[in-house]
């Protein structure tokens, strides 16, 4: 058999799996993210930290912002294939909403929420066009999935219809209460806010037995 090597006289060609590669070169940053901030690091930094050549950084993300926006939706893709199957066994409708809204608190997503900091800082102070359709495609996403939650409820008997009209309002609870919280450094109250409002809305919505 004849090796490609002999053929063009040289090493075989390493093909490399961009898509990986952002992953890779995203995640190798989260900590350096975390512990200093977007505005305090550099692309130099970031080069250094992921172990590539400055130029690298720039062939898979435009910017930093580029980079937060990509580790976000690692993560929060990772966190959710949990959510979900958490969300699947849990036997009522308040039940699946508290575990919906746990992001917020949940002791073993630290990490990520340091990360949804920047995300949430970024968005605030530098809005622009990429950022709004990142926003906008995140908030369908996680509205829809919010919506069929209360929407199989609603079907079981469990909740009222009416419901539905209060779910914008409800779904943005938590965000609301993580961006206040860290404005007013409260964070460590969120838990507790975030069950008392849903307790307090389920006394509304629940159908009596």
């Not at 590669?21 to 975390?34: E, G, N, Q, V």
């Not at 690692?74 to 308040?94: D, G, H, V």
């Not at 079907?155 to 860290?182: C, H, N, S, Y």
Request: hydrophobic share 45%.
């Amino acid at each position: 058999m004849t090796d490609s090597r002999s053929l063009f006289g040289g090493a075989l060609a390493i093909i490399v799996d961009k898509e990986q590669k952002r992953i890779d070169i995203a995640l190798s940053c989260k900590d350096l993210f975390i512990a200093k901030g977007i505005k305090n690091i550099t692309i130099s930094q970031i080069a250094q930290e992921a172990r590539v050549g400055k130029g690298t950084i720039y062939d898979y993300f435009k910017n930093k912002e580029d980079i937060v926006f990509e580790i976000v939706n690692i993560l929060m893709a990772q966190f959710n294939a949990t959510k979900e199957q958490r969300i699947n066994e849990a036997t009522s409708t308040k039940a699946k909403i508290k575990i919906f809204f746990d992001f917020f608190y949940n002791p073993d997503k630290a990490d990520l929420r340091e990360i949804f900091k920047e995300f949430v800082s970024i968005s605030l102070t530098q809005p622009n066009s990429d950022i709004q359709e990142f926003l906008k495609d995140t908030f369908e996403r996680y509205y829809g999935w919010f919506c069929a939650i209360l929407q199989e409820g609603i079907d079981k008997g469990e909740i009222q219809p009416i419901a539905i009209d209060l779910a914008r309002g409800f779904f943005v609870l938590g965000d609301g209460l993580f961006v206040t919280g860290v404005m007013t450094g409260t964070t460590h109250n969120i838990q507790e806010e975030i069950a008392l409002h849903i307790n307090t809305l389920f006394q509304l919505i629940e159908v009596k037995q």
